[in-house]
């Protein structure tokens, strides 16, 4: 479903200037022939797109309602946008100048009728998009938008919010929590711990396989933990392991992990990595074999990583046949995409507290918000020869009022 009929489902007939609902457009073009004017102050800037150069249309398609939407016209050049309230920002990513004070103006007399007007998927800890909202030939895709590229695909490597939940989706590990933050098994089906937290000896699914169809064994284990634990393997994750003296098989399906000494967090850590084939070398970090329900299929950089099920996963096929993972690093462009329907799905989404508490309250809109684990803080440089000062730091930190934070800007 486009953006247009998005309009017309939620506000009635659309304008024939401009092909917007008639709130909308009397909000944002002079020209239409709508009830409402605006303000002098504000109509002096807007033009509508029709006065633009033809080859400007491109452009407008894949943010407007409707390609000859209007466009506030205050130092624009050849592009226009509708007045959103980040709009400095989306005009920014399409190359042009935005006014910050015609962007106060425009967003004061429409944004109400605007957001009021449109409706679209979008979550905050999951968006899902209604049944009949998707093309038919993308019924079994589904497009996942992350706000950063990933930091490597190699599971012994870096980490952030980001690069996990693409490795989580690639790769099984040996021990993970479940809903209620408990340990329980993975790829390992049982393990037993030494009285002293020295020696875990764990006993492995059978039948689990890598996408390129070979069987998980003990020797894979080994060599993932070995390989990282190794001296010349540059990753924090190394550090976190520091214990763990070495990986040692018994046979196909039985591994040994010898510390060197008591390693009681041993099965936390574990949850963090997840398990290559032996001898994958440098080559997962750019093609990772892994035993996740999703395999590898290529990566655009910054653009875009493309996933397909793995029907031999050892807990059964996923549902959904493809995934697109689309980078999209603005927070309004993001908003722009899900409005639009070109992202189906946003999972820790960095979006404005307001704009998803008026997105709520769409009808064709489906926010879900559950519990989870998160920490937010800021990490200072204490090699900084200002902020090596504990009196610069004791200032910074009383200078901060994080209850009103938490209360105004992340809307509690």
């Not at 989870?372 to 803080?377: K, P, T, V, W």
């Amino acid at each position: 479903m486009d953006a247009r009929a998005t309009v017309a489902g939620s506000a009635g007939h659309l304008c024939d200037a401009c092909g917007l609902s008639p709130a909308v457009a009397a909000a944002a073009c002079r020209r239409c022939a709508c009830d409402r004017k605006l303000p002098p102050s504000i109509a002096g800037r807007i033009r509508h797109p029709r006065s633009l150069r033809p080859e400007g249309d491109a452009h407008f398609g894949a943010w407007l309602p409707h390609p000859h939407g209007c466009a506030p016209d205050d130092s624009l050049g050849d592009f226009g946008i509708l007045p959103f309230r980040r709009a400095r920002t989306i005009h920014a990513h399409l190359g042009g100048r935005f006014s910050m004070r015609a962007e106060r103006e425009v967003r004061t007399e429409a944004r109400r009728r605007w957001w009021g007007g449109m409706s679209a998927m979008l979550v905050l800890l999951g968006l899902l998009p209604l049944p009949g909202c998707r093309r038919q030939e993308d019924a079994h895709t589904l497009v996942l938008a992350i706000e950063a590229p990933p930091l490597t695909f190699d599971p012994r490597g870096p980490t952030n919010a980001v690069t996990a939940r693409l490795q989580q989706l690639l790769f099984n590990t040996l021990t993970q929590k479940d809903e209620r933050f408990e340990i329980v098994p993975e790829l390992a089906e049982s393990w037993e711990v030494s009285e002293d937290f020295t020696i875990y000896t764990f006993r492995l699914r059978r039948g689990v396989r890598f996408h390129d169809g070979r069987e998980l064994t003990a020797r894979d284990v080994a060599y993932t933990f070995n390989t990282l634990i190794a001296p010349t393997f540059d990753s924090p994750k190394r550090a976190a392991l520091s214990k763990l003296e070495r990986v040692e098989p018994v046979d196909a399906h039985t591994v040994v992990f010898r510390c060197r000494e008591p390693y009681r967090g041993l099965l936390v850590d574990l949850i963090a990595i997840g398990i290559i084939p032996e001898n994958s070398g440098e080559t997962v970090a750019r093609q990772p074999i892994g035993t996740g329900p999703f395999r590898f299929v290529r990566y655009v950089e910054n653009q875009e990583v493309e996933l397909l099920a793995f029907p031999e996963h050892f807990r059964g096929a996923p549902r959904l046949r493809r995934l697109r993972v689309k980078i999209v690093r603005d927070p309004t462009t993001l908003a722009l995409e899900l409005l639009g329907g070109t992202v189906h799905l946003a999972v820790n989404a960095q979006l404005s507290p307001d704009f998803v508490a008026e997105q709520q309250a769409g009808r064709r809109l489906r926010v879900v918000i559950s519990d989870g684990a998160a920490l937010e803080y800021i990490g200072i440089n204490t090699t900084d020869p200002i902020l090596r000062d504990r009196r610069v730091r004791q200032a910074l930190a009383y200078g901060i009022d994080r209850r009103a934070i938490i209360a105004n800007l992340l809307r509690g």
